[in-house]
């Protein structure tokens, strides 16, 4: 079963605008999340993460929310730019259990 | 070039023969993970090391499949008899987890850039 669920397959936003990506997860033991990004045919490359005792952590244009109760996460690119194009995925751990990743979103940024 | 390293990068073989995959983790990183990814998927969880010793094996991980890593630093990645459906990208990780802390929660594990593998 699918523990961790990106519903959106695809997201295309301009240039310099906001990208939003959405994840949620069902298992309530995960108490760490994570974001890659990968390009085609090359292995995922760690964004960002942050801990379930936390609800936001960010980085640069990168910003990941996390909201416990709704068992939902969402990472935040402002401005977005063309080199984000990619594919993003989610991932959660919990203590004794593998990293466990979505399907992923590929992001498409326009000029 | 201090990152996850996988070689051969591609390999395509013929049904029924064996394969096997190399990776180096990032120096110092006493945890080596394999995943496994298909088209359209996210990467799906196989085996992970803590240095020497093999912690866990998913149940994706069919007999024809083993993976060592005799000194704790490179791991190999065996299939034997391979069939079509073990077409995929394989990818390997390390990260560091200091002793006594909980297994992978709180870790963040690091990728190589894959090895394809494509059975005809």
């Known amino acids: 079963d699918q523990q961790v669920k990106q519903n959106s397959p695809s997201l295309s936003v301009q240039e310099g605008r906001i990208s939003i990506l959405n994840c949620d997860y069902t298992?309530?033991?995960?108490?760490?999340f994570l974001w890659y990004k990968k390009y085609p045919a090359e292995g995922p490359t760690f964004l960002i993460s942050?801990?379930?005792?936390?609800d936001k952590n960010e980085d640069g244009r990168f910003t990941v929310f996390l909201n416990k109760s709704a068992k939902h996460l969402s990472l935040h690119i402002v401005p977005s730019q063309p080199g984000d194009s990619a594919v993003y995925f989610c991932a959660a751990s919990a203590p004794g259990y593998a990293l466990n990743f979505g399907k992923g979103t590929s992001l498409l940024v326009t000029p | 070039d201090t990152g996850v390293s996988q070689n051969p990068r591609h390999k395509i073989t013929k049904r029924g023969q064996n394969v096997t995959f190399r990776c180096d983790p990032i120096s110092e990183h006493n945890r080596l993970y394999w995943y496994r990814q298909t088209l359209g998927q996210g990467p799906e969880f196989l085996t992970y090391f803590q240095n020497e010793a093999q912690l866990e094996k998913s149940r994706l991980l069919s007999d024809r499949f083993s993976a060592e890593r005799p000194k704790g630093s490179f791991s190999t990645l065996e299939i034997q008899r391979t069939e079509q459906g073990d077409s995929a990208m394989y990818l390997c990780a390390s990260s560091f987890l200091p002793p006594g802390q909980n297994i992978f929660s709180g870790n963040t594990i690091y990728f190589g850039e894959g090895s394809w593998l494509t059975v005809v």
């Open positions: 942050i801990s379930s005792i936390k």
């Open positions: 298992n309530s033991m995960f108490d760490y």
